[in-house]
């Protein structure tokens, strides 16, 4: 097992930035691609990007303009940040692993419900 | 992106019952196909990778198959603690890309 646990804001206000930060326990982050995955309630699962913590990210073209994945190898954190959200932005937002590209997500985090509601 | 098409999108069932949950890519994707299980609020869970890859711990009545652009999950024997929603998420292409579900309930 690999713990992942998001933690963030669980209110946004429409228009301000969303962040949540997924912490890796029981391993580093490094050698292994991380991804948030988001689910809006009631519906289905979509993937916003990823991020391999020596290289560079790589996004959804939908949200690409809004997001920003990052990763901090020294505290084992992997960030997300989205962008002049609306309520559309409501959602659960899930952190994964990915053994490699093209690969499988292997192991969630519990996710985080991020609300967007003035 | 790939379209990933599930059916059906939800079924009812009993105890010991065979499922068979079909997921259809809108162009080939060979076997980069994955299951996933979700259970309410909880997340998913990977049950088969590459079609027809078991990931460890899931117990032996599931299984997949397919190649191209049509896969199929199968419940030989349905159990209480399978009643959940299934996924499918093809890893072929960028971006990857998931079907809309398949709620498994109590007929």
């Known amino acids: 097992q690999v713990p992942l646990q998001e933690s963030g804001p669980g209110l946004v206000k429409p228009s301000e930035t969303l962040s949540l930060i997924c912490t890796v326990s029981g391993g580093s982050i490094n050698n292994f691609y991380w991804s948030w995955i988001r689910q809006p309630p009631g519906k289905g699962l979509q993937w916003i990007g990823y991020i391999y913590p020596t290289g560079s990210a790589l996004y959804t073209p939908s949200l690409k303009s809004r997001v920003t994945i990052s990763a901090d190898t020294s505290k084992n954190q992997v960030s997300l940040k989205l962008s002049s959200v609306t309520a559309a932005d409501t959602a659960v937002y899930y952190c994964?692993?990915?053994?490699?590209?093209?690969?499988?997500?292997?192991?969630w985090g519990q996710g985080s419900l991020v609300t967007v509601s003035s | 992106d790939i379209q990933m098409t599930q059916s059906p999108s939800s079924l009812s069932a009993s105890v010991g019952d065979r499922v068979t949950i079909t997921c259809r890519a809108s162009q080939y994707i060979s076997t980069y196909l994955n299951w996933y299980q979700q259970k309410p609020g909880k997340a998913p869970k990977l049950l088969i990778f590459a079609a027809s890859n078991l990931q460890v711990g899931v117990p032996s009545w599931f299984s997949g198959s397919g190649s191209g652009t049509e896969f199929t999950l199968t419940i030989s024997s349905l159990q209480p603690e399978d009643f959940a929603t299934y996924y499918c998420q093809q890893s072929y292409t960028f971006p990857p890309t998931f079907g809309g579900g398949t709620k498994v309930d109590f007929k």
């Open positions: 994964a692993r990915l053994p490699y590209v093209s690969a499988y997500f292997d192991f």
